[in-house]
């Protein structure tokens, strides 16, 4: 008989290797991908409350909305966010309500956030995020 002899295990460490850096560089982008979502997400509950604020201030519907957008586009710069395609609704039911009835103004923010510059294949091109505030209204503001 003759004795076996172990297994020689020289290279295997570099095939490893070679199958799990691709598996792993994929994990990296994924959380970059979901770092990326949940910081945005964050960044435009700010942005949304803002432009809540803003409008709040207001005395006319128009108006509202013009510095809600203003108040949203500058938040976005503030806080240095690459975003695109930003829409600002805003709801100014509440300005219908007579001075000194307390009443709101509701804003909605979305915009999208580039998600292509992972190069991950598979992960979606951008991710489309909405968040909305709502802030009352000077109850002691003129009539519209």
Do not use: Y
Request: charged share 15%.
């Amino acid at each position: 008989m003759t004795p076996m002899r172990a297994r020689d295990d020289a290279g295997s460490a570099a095939v490893e290797l070679a199958l799990l850096a691709p598996v792993a560089i994929a994990l990296l982008c994924l959380l970059a991908a979901g770092f990326r979502i949940s910081i945005a997400g964050d960044r435009i509950t700010g942005v949304a409350a803002s432009a809540a604020r803003d409008a709040s201030i207001a005395r006319s519907p128009g108006d509202a909305q013009t510095r809600a957008a203003a108040g949203a586009q500058a938040a976005l710069l503030d806080v240095g966010f690459d975003c695109t395609n930003v829409a600002v609704n805003v709801d100014t039911s509440g300005f219908a309500a007579a001075p000194g009835v307390p009443a709101t103004v509701r804003v909605d923010v979305s915009c999208t956030v580039p998600l292509a510059d992972l190069g991950l294949p598979g992960l979606p091109g951008s991710k489309t995020l909405t968040d909305h505030a709502v802030s009352p209204l000077d109850p002691a503001r003129d009539s519209p």
